[in-house]
């Protein structure tokens, strides 16, 4: 074949698709006054990459879909990749809602799940159960304007709910450029989150907090409140994450997740859930190879299955995503007698248990500073 030129190859079939294991695309649940919402007429959930392409399917900013559309731009303003959408009516019921959230399928993959302008506490609880159910996390709009009180009833409202794990609570409102020279728009922080993690996530494990100077938004101009430190320490204390105006930045300076740190602290870091996610989308791409593997009594499909599983781990403990100062500290993996019996391999089952201890993030640093004389010499340390 000459160059420059066109090959074209015939197929019988077509490749085979392989199960996503990126977690950082956007699944967002968007109202449009494009299509209607029926059921003879359902929006296909669609991959969308640029504005373009999501005006072409979901029409212009314009009417109640407004709030979506600036929500979607600055997603992509902010530095976010891909996203797959699905459309609810102009004036939607909490059943639109569920109902679009059950089209955004776990096959797709995992990634991080929002419902911009949805402030019903049923809505946020289907975005937690759709989280848990499709290997994903919710990231939920706290309110954009309301004193503290306001903010830390609305985390209420969830840290009591079930799914809790798979889910954040996110405030107050960020002002963001205009679509005119001059002006301005106001959204939740839950789009700037996702763009961040989208971002991060090209150079970070999935349990890297995506906050503090990992979580600096490029887009934003402002915030819609401000609050005092006290405030803002009960806040976090509650379960919402807040965006801040830190030294002439704005950030993402919370990451927890909606948990009661009481009664479920081993899920209090939102980083522990999406490196949850991170892991089990991964292994399942492993098990799905071994589906239909003969299971020999020799045990080699058994110790290769455990192996790959290890390998997949590897990479998180080099990251330091997993706690331990050797990788046998940090991760298990049992195939051994104890989970694969006679009894599962005469049932053709294929059994693996990981364990694993995640790495925290430091929610509070603190220096101490020893002021020494200087007539007198500086302590050598142990």
């Known amino acids: 074949m000459s160059r420059p030129g066109v090959e074209i190859t015939s197929r019988a079939a077509p490749i085979a698709r392989t199960v996503p294991t990126a977690t950082g695309p956007w699944f967002v649940v968007v109202q449009t006054t494009k299509h209607p919402v029926d059921a003879s007429s359902v929006p296909v959930v669609s991959l969308i990459r640029s504005m373009a392409e999501y005006e072409d399917v979901y029409g212009t900013r314009t009417g109640a879909a407004m709030g979506a559309w600036d929500s979607v731009d600055a997603y992509f303003r902010e530095g976010g990749a891909i996203l797959y959408a699905t459309a609810v009516p102009s004036s939607p019921v909490s059943t639109d809602w569920t109902d679009a959230l059950d089209r ?210 590897v990479p998180f403990w080099n990251a330091g995503a997993l706690f331990g100062e050797t990788a046998e500290d940090a991760f298990q993996v049992n195939v051994g007698g104890q989970v694969n019996t006679p009894a599962t391999i005469a049932n053709g089952e294929l059994h693996a248990v990981l364990q694993v201890r995640m790495s925290p993030f430091a929610e509070l640093v603190v220096i101490e500073i020893v002021k020494v004389s200087t007539l007198e010499s500086l302590a050598v340390a142990a």
């Open 104 to 313: 955004l399928t776990a096959d797709l993959g995992p990634g991080q799940v929002s419902a911009p302008g949805a402030d019903d506490d049923a809505v946020n609880q289907a975005l937690l159960d759709h989280a848990a159910a499709t290997n994903r996390v919710a990231l939920i709009e706290g309110p954009l304007t309301g004193d503290a009180a306001a903010m830390e009833a609305a985390a209420d409202a969830l840290t009591s709910a079930q799914n809790g794990r798979y889910g954040s609570l996110w405030g107050p409102g960020v002002v963001i450029p205009g679509v005119s020279p001059g002006t301005t728009r106001t959204i939740s922080w839950a789009p700037i989150e996702a763009a961040i993690i989208a971002r991060n996530d090209l150079a970070f494990t999935a349990n890297e907090a995506a906050a503090g100077i990992n979580g600096v938004s490029h887009y934003a101009l402002d915030l819609t409140a401000r609050y005092s430190d006290s405030e803002y320490e009960d806040l976090n204390e509650a379960g919402i994450d807040m965006a801040r105006v830190r030294y002439g930045t704005i950030e993402a300076y919370g990451y927890r997740s909606l948990v009661d740190a009481a009664t479920d602290p081993q899920w209090l870091s939102f980083g522990y859930s999406r490196l949850n996610m991170a892991i089990v989308a991964q292994a399942n791409a492993i098990g799905e190879r071994y589906v239909f593997s003969q299971i020999d009594g020799r045990f080699r499909t058994i110790s290769s299955f455990g192996a790959e599983l290890s390998a997949m781990l």
